[in-house]
C-alpha cells in the first residue's frame, strides 16, 4: 500500500499549485517541524518487561501551539502518524481555531492489555516526550483506543515535571478540568455538517438512511445523534463485523449493549453484515467511522451511497477519491467533517486557562457555529472553483496556514 503522507501530500500539493504558491513555501508546509520516536519499556502484569514504540510528530505551529490526539493500535507506525499530523494542521485551519497540527500514537495491542499496564505505558510515555508538550507547545487529545480516562493520565504524568496545567492536554474527563461536550464532539460536529449540506440540498435527516463504519467514540454518537433526528441508521459496524436492519436499527439499544461489552459481537438485532457488505450497501449516506485507507480502488466502484461524509481521518485513498469524482458521489472530507473534536477540544483549552466552566449548552451552541460557517466557506470555494469539496478544503486550508507562516517570516 501506498504510503499516507504521500497520500495527504498529493492534495497539499494540488492545493499549493491552485494556490500560486512558490517551491519554498510549500516545502515548508509539507514537512514536519519535528518527530519524536521513543522505546517505551514498562513491567508487563506478568512480570515480563514490555517493549513498545511511541510517536508525537509535530507538524506545522504557523497558526498556534500544535494539536492532535494519541492513538494507541497495533498497526501505528511513522508514516500514518506523519500523515495524521498533517491533516490536523489543515482541520485546525478549516475551523480557523488557533492551532497547528500534531498527532501521536503507540504501536500496542491495548484490547490485550490491563488498565494497569495501559496506564504505565501512558506515563512511560508522557515521561518521555513532556519536554516537547504543553499547552503553548503541543496539546494531545484522544484518538483510537485512548478515552478521557488516558487523558487524565497525560495531565497528572505532565503534572508531576511542569506543575498544575490542565491545559496541556484535551478530552480529560469532565470531572478533571474537561469539557462538557467533548466526548460526543466529533459525532455532533459531522452531524452538524451533514445538516449544513442537506439545508442546502432541501433534504431533511428524518427519513434519510445512513450506514456506519466503526461504532466507537466518533460512530456511536453520530449514530445516536442521527437516530435522535429522525435518521434510518440501517447498518452500524465494527471490528468484530455489522448489523443491518432495513427498517433501521434501534441505535440506544445498541450504545448500551457496546457500554456494557465493549463491542457489538453477541447483540441481536438485524442481521449479521460484514464490513465489505456495509460499504457497499444500498443507503443514502455511507459515513466512514473506523480506521483509514478503508476506501480503495478496489472497492469504491461498489458504493452505492450518494454521499460519504468522513468521520474517520484518511478512510479515502486518493484513487477512491478519484472514482467517487468520476462517479459523481460527493464525498464530505474527514478535515472538515470530522473537526468538530477538535474544535471543542479548544473550547476545552481555551476554559483551562480561563479557569472557567461553559455548559453543554455554550458548547453546542458555539460548536455548530463553528462547523457550520466552515462548512458554508468549503461549499462555496467548491462552487467558486469548480472544485471537490475536498479539494476546496486543502484550499481554504493552505491558504491560511501559508498567509500565516509568511507573514512571520520564512
Ligand atoms: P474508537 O477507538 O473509539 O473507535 C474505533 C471503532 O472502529 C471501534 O468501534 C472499532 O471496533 C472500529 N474498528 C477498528 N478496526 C476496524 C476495522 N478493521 N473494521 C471495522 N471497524 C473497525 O476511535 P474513534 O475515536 O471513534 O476514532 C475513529 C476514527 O475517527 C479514527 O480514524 C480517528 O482518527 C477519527 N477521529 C476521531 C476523533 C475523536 O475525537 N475521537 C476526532 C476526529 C477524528
Not at 8 to 30: H, P, T, W
Not at 69 to 80: A, L, M, Q
Not at 214 to 231: D, K, M, P, R
Request: hydrophobic share 40%; proline share 4%.
Amino acid at each position: 500500500m501506498s504510503s499516507a503522507f504521500e497520500s495527504v501530500n498529493r492534495y497539499v500539493r494540488e492545493a499549493a499549485r491552485l494556490l500560486g504558491l512558490s517551491d519554498r513555501l510549500e516545502k515548508l508546509l509539507i514537512n514536519p517541524d519535528r518527530e519524536v520516536k521513543v522505546e517505551i519499556a514498562i513491567e508487563m502484569d506478568n512480570g515480563e518487561i514490555g517493549v513498545f514504540t511511541g510517536y508525537r510528530v509535530q507538524h506545522n505551529d504557523a497558526r498556534g501551539p500544535m494539536k492532535g490526539g494519541i492513538r494507541y493500535h497495533p498497526t501505528v507506525n511513522d508514516d500514518d502518524v506523519r500523515a495524521l499530523a498533517s491533516l490536523m494542521t489543515w482541520k485546525t485551519a478549516i475551523v480557523n481555531i488557533p492551532f497547528g497540527g500534531a498527532k501521536g500514537g503507540i504501536a500496542c495491542d491495548p484490547k490485550r492489555m490491563s488498565e494497569a499496564e495501559l496506564e504505565r505505558l501512558t506515563r512511560r510515555f508522557i515521561a518521555k516526550i513532556h519536554e516537547v508538550i504543553g499547552p503553548y507547545q503541543d496539546i494531545p487529545a484522544p484518538d483510537v483506543n485512548t478515552n478521557a480516562q488516558v487523558m487524565a493520565w497525560i495531565m497528572d504524568e505532565y503534572s508531576k515535571f511542569h506543575g498544575f496545567a490542565p491545559a496541556v492536554v484535551t478530552g480529560k474527563p469532565v470531572d478533571l478540568f474537561g469539557s462538557e461536550g467533548r466526548e460526543e464532539a466529533t459525532g455532533r460536529g459531522l452531524v452538524y455538517i451533514i445538516e449544513e449540506h442537506f439545508k442546502a440540498l432541501g433534504k431533511p435527516i428524518r427519513g434519510t438512511t445512513f450506514a456506519i463504519q466503526g461504532f466507537g467514540n466518533v460512530g456511536s454518537y453520530t449514530a445516536l445523534i442521527l437516530h435522535e433526528l429522525g435518521g434510518k441508521v440501517l447498518a452500524v459496524s465494527d471490528v468484530t463485523g455489522g448489523l443491518y436492519n432495513p427498517d433501521g436499527l434501534d441505535i440506544p439499544a445498541l450504545v448500551d449493549f457496546v457500554r456494557r461489552n465493549r463491542t457489538l459481537q453477541g447483540a441481536t438485532q438485524g442481521t449479521r453484515i460484514t464490513n465489505a457488505e456495509l460499504l457497499a450497501l444500498e443507503c443514502d449516506v455511507l459515513i466512514p467511522a473506523a480506521l483509514g485507507d478503508v476506501f480503495t480502488k478496489e472497492n469504491a466502484p461498489e458504493v452505492r451511497a450518494k454521499l460519504i461524509v468522513e468521520g474517520a481521518n484518511g478512510p479515502t485513498t486518493p484513487e477512491a477519491d478519484e472514482i467517487f469524482n468520476q462517479r459523481g458521489i460527493t464525498v464530505i472530507p474527514d478535515i472538515l467533517a470530522n473537526a468538530g473534536g477538535v474544535t471543542v477540544s479548544y473550547f476545552e483549552w481555551a476554559q483551562n486557562i480561563q479557569q472557567f466552566k461553559w455548559d453543554l449548552e455554550r458548547v453546542r451552541t458555539e460548536l455548530q457555529r463553528v462547523m457550520a460557517r466552515a462548512y458554508r466557506e468549503v461549499a462555496t470555494l467548491a462552487r467558486e472553483k469548480h472544485t471537490s469539496l475536498r479539494t476546496a478544503a486543502f484550499l481554504l486550508a493552505l491558504g491560511r496556514v501559508a498567509k500565516a507562516r509568511a507573514m512571520r517570516g520564512i
